[in-house]
C-alpha cells in the first residue's frame, strides 16, 4: 500500500515537471514563437534625471 501511494506522488511530480516545462517546452506553448525581448514592452519604460542627494540638516 506505501509503495503505491509513493508511486502515485512520484508520478503527479513527474506530471507537474512535464507541464512546467522542466523537461523542454511546456505543452501549452508548443506552435507560439516567442518574441526577441527588445521587442517587450518598450513605451512602459520611462528614464528621467537622477534625483540630486538629499541633504541633512
Given at each position: 500500500?506505501?509503495?503505491?501511494?509513493?508511486?502515485?506522488?512520484?508520478?503527479?511530480?513527474?506530471?507537474?515537471?512535464?507541464?512546467?516545462?522542466?523537461?523542454?517546452?511546456?505543452?501549452?506553448?508548443?506552435?507560439?514563437?516567442?518574441?526577441?525581448?527588445?521587442?517587450?514592452?518598450?513605451?512602459?519604460?520611462?528614464?528621467?534625471?537622477?534625483l540630486p542627494p538629499a541633504t541633512?540638516?
Amino acid at each position: 500500500m506505501r509503495f503505491l501511494l509513493t508511486l502515485a506522488f512520484i508520478a503527479n511530480l513527474a506530471l507537474l515537471a512535464y507541464g512546467q516545462g522542466f523537461f523542454g517546452p511546456p505543452p501549452a506553448e508548443q506552435g507560439r514563437t516567442p518574441r526577441p525581448l527588445s521587442e517587450r514592452n518598450q513605451q512602459t519604460l520611462t528614464l528621467g534625471a537622477p534625483l540630486p542627494p538629499a541633504t541633512t540638516p
